[in-house]
């Protein structure tokens, strides 16, 4: 549709031509997962398409708006792979005009999760780490599993990503924490 095309243009201008490849696969698995799942195609396409919109920005940039907004200073002893999801959302609201709370919460959880994510949100944080540009041990498993059963591809992947995070002695945002014993069945 136009404002598709709108969307992309706009993205287009703010990332590396190798991240916006990334990005339109992202909302090719978005696309697949939400046809599967009952999710609304255009709701999923959009969340996709903003996902990571904010990913080149400044560590600047990101600081100032934590200061304009108000959001919660702890933001600030993190860094670009929280803040482009959590306080890029703030920059898809301002500069694209995207006021879905849907839409933004999504972008702001597909990182780290959360404990309780919508359907939409499973399906971008999904999206994002098996769209067909990934290539990781057990990528098919999951691919696969994705469509089989959603909750337990989410589970995986916050599994896989703290263990990776444990393995290479990354520190660990509160909030991935709280995303796996959300999503924890044992
Ligand atoms: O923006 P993308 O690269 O497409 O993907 P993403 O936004 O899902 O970012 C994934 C990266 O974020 C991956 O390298 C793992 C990292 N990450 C996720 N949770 C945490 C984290 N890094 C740290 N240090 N701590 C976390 O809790
Ligand atoms: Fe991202
Ligand atoms: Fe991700
Ligand atoms: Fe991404």
């Known amino acids: 549709s136009g404002s598709r095309e709108a969307l992309i243009e706009a993205v287009k201008t703010q990332v590396s031509n190798k991240r ?91 990182t780290t999760g959360a404990a309780y994510m919508t359907q939409l949100s499973q399906v971008v944080y999904m999206a994002d780490y098996i769209e067909m540009g990934r290539d990781f041990p057990g990528v098919a498993e999951v691919r696969q599993l994705a469509f089989e059963d959603l909750g337990a591809s989410v589970g995986w992947q916050t599994t896989h990503t703290l263990q990776y995070l444990l393995a290479k002695q990354g520190r660990i945002y509160p909030g991935t924490i709280t995303t796996y014993n959300g999503w924890s069945t044992k």
């Open 20 to 110: 916006f490849e990334h990005i339109l696969r992202v909302e090719q698995m978005a696309l697949n997962l939400a046809e599967k799942w009952d999710v609304d195609l255009e709701t999923a396409s959009i969340a996709a398409l903003v996902h990571d919109y904010a990913k080149e920005r400044s560590d600047a940039d990101f600081l100032a708006v934590i200061a304009e907004k108000k959001l919660d200073p702890d933001l600030k002893q993190w860094g670009n792979y929280l803040w482009h999801g959590v306080v890029g959302a703030e920059l898809v609201h301002d500069e694209l005009g995207i006021h879905n709370q849907d839409i933004l919460d999504a972008m702001r959880q597909h």
